[in-house]
């Protein structure tokens, strides 16, 4: 156990970046600071700010996991907390084996509140046997350093059971209890129709496998009001950059794409930030669509959702927290939003959230956490140190079209060149004195071309724009 100087507990807390960390879009683009996820931070700055207290202190690791670092978080800090998502699926095991290596290194508690198994919704897990040992090395540790761990919901309650796991509690994801031990959501006081304003989401795989670019377009089709919310970094940096540089870019029928028609009307966004994500979704009057933390936020929001699964990930958290649902595969493609908003209950929701809450707060007091709402303020200082700070806005599609949309892309781009220019002049000296050779003077050669490495970063519509200028 680390030893305090003081008698502030100082939590470690995996998130992309803190809640008031305000980062210019172009260096959350580049850092990827929600990696690659933007609905990973709902549920970290959930965490942060239940885990703040007069009396604990969490600090964000930026998301990395570095073995090296152990000996140095043994002594600066007193637990180690991993908010996770679907973290047992194929794709996540390398970076899954690295956190089991930095938690055995650990001398401090190690604390997961909320990870799940992914497969289909018929609840196999055939697809995850082969990464089995790595699963159950990660657990392992984990219980090695805390009393139980958290999972989403049943299935991944099972799955790890059945691999002889006892102490596994089902707690849900730490993002539906931002707001406290009470969650309303507004009543459907009238029928949607043409002037709603509705939010959908969903992701590539969705739009891929089953029909959900068909379902988006009847959507936008009845309801000109209609935006899609995207949340993977490619999305972000199609809408800002026109990046089309991703595997991603091959699925044209998902709107964040330049050549899908809500890009062009300007009915796309990403948020960097959860706050202006959910402070947006209070202007809505419905959401829908296959991603769960998309409508989790518009829950959040007060405003009705309903999600439609398409995998274990969505299901079981759908099935928990009783939020309305329908799978999928099974919706039609013309399906009208105001269906799935008028048969919508969410009276299981809330009056079930009570306990919820309850069993939450109760896994982490068995794990030794103090909760804001418990031992703190119910987290006001969180939000009035929040409602202070100014938010980028969500990122909008970008024509390319005049040049005030570029001058805040030019002078990011201009710093990174500037940045670039200096490192290759550090690197040059370190090289030029290991190897005795004279440092190159800014005239020589073609070694040294910073300008023109830097170019190659700069999106097409930007150069186009820029020789137009000349």
């Known amino acids: ?65 570095r073995v090296a670092a152990a000996e140095r978080i043994n002594e600066e800090y007193d637990a180690f907390v991993i908010p996770l998502a679907n973290a047992f699926r194929p794709s996540f095991e390398p970076q899954l084996k690295r956190l089991t290596q930095l938690i055995s290194k650990l001398k401090i508690p190690v604390i997961v509140p909320g990870v799940g198994a992914q497969t289909s919704t018929n609840y196999s897990a055939d697809r995850l046997r082969p990464m089995a040992p790595t699963v159950h090395a990660f657990v392992s540790a984990v219980l090695d350093h805390s009393a139980s761990i958290g999972v989403r919901g049943e299935f991944t ?38 002037e709603s304003r509705i939010a959908i989401n969903g992701s590539h795989d969705a739009v891929k496998k089953y029909k959900l670019g068909r379902i988006i377009d009847h959507t936008h089709a009845r309801y000109p009001h209609l935006r899609f919310i995207g949340q993977n970094l490619s999305d972000a940096r199609q809408l800002h950059w026109r990046d089309l540089s991703h595997a991603n870019a091959a699925v044209t029928d998902i709107p964040t794409h330049p050549d899908h028609p809500m890009f062009a009307e300007g009915k796309v966004r990403v948020y ?58 099974k919706v039609p493609e013309n399906v009208d939003p105001a269906e799935l908003y008028a048969e919508a209950d969410f009276g299981p929701l809330m009056r079930g959230h009570h306990e919820r809450f309850d069993r939450f707060m109760n896994f982490l007091d068995k794990n030794g956490l103090e909760n804001t709402f418990t031992h703190g303020d119910g987290g006001a200082a969180f ?35 500037t940045d670039l220019t200096d490192r290759n002049t550090l690197l040059e000296r370190r090289l030029a004195k290991a190897s005795r050779l004279p440092v190159p003077r800014e005239s020589e050669g073609p070694e040294r071309r910073p300008y023109q490495r830097a170019r190659r970063v700069i999106p097409g519509p930007i150069k186009r724009v820029l020789r137009n200028a000349r």
């Open 1 to 65: 156990m680390a030893s305090n100087v003081t008698d502030v507990k100082r939590i470690l807390l995996r998130s992309g970046k803190s809640p008031y960390d305000v980062v210019p879009v172009e260096r959350a683009l580049h850092e990827d600071v929600f990696a690659t996820n933007s609905g990973n931070l709902i549920f970290s700055d959930a965490a942060h700010k239940i885990l703040e207290t007069p009396r604990t202190k969490v600090v964000s690791n930026g998301i990395r996991t």
């Open 157 to 194: 309650e099972r799955y790890l059971r059945d691999m002889g796991f006892r102490d596994v509690e089902v707690i849900g994801c730490p993002s539906m209890f931002m707001g406290g031990r009470d969650l309303f959501i507004r009543e459907n006081t009238r029928p949607l129709g043409p």
């Open 272 to 329: 960097i930030d959860p706050k202006t994500w959910v402070d947006d979704l209070r202007g809505f009057d419905f959401s829908f669509g296959s991603r769960i933390h998309g409508n989790i936020a518009a829950l959040l929001a007060g405003t009705p959702a309903t999600v439609l699964c398409s995998d274990s990930r969505t299901l079981e958290l759908c099935r928990y927290f009783d939020i309305p649902h329908r799978m999928l595969a």
């Open 383 to 417: 939000e009035s140190r929040m409602s202070e700070l100014a938010f980028p806005a969500g990122v909008r599609p970008w024509t390319g079209s005049g040049v005030s949309e570029m001058s805040t892309r030019l002078n990011w781009l201009q710093s990174q060149m």
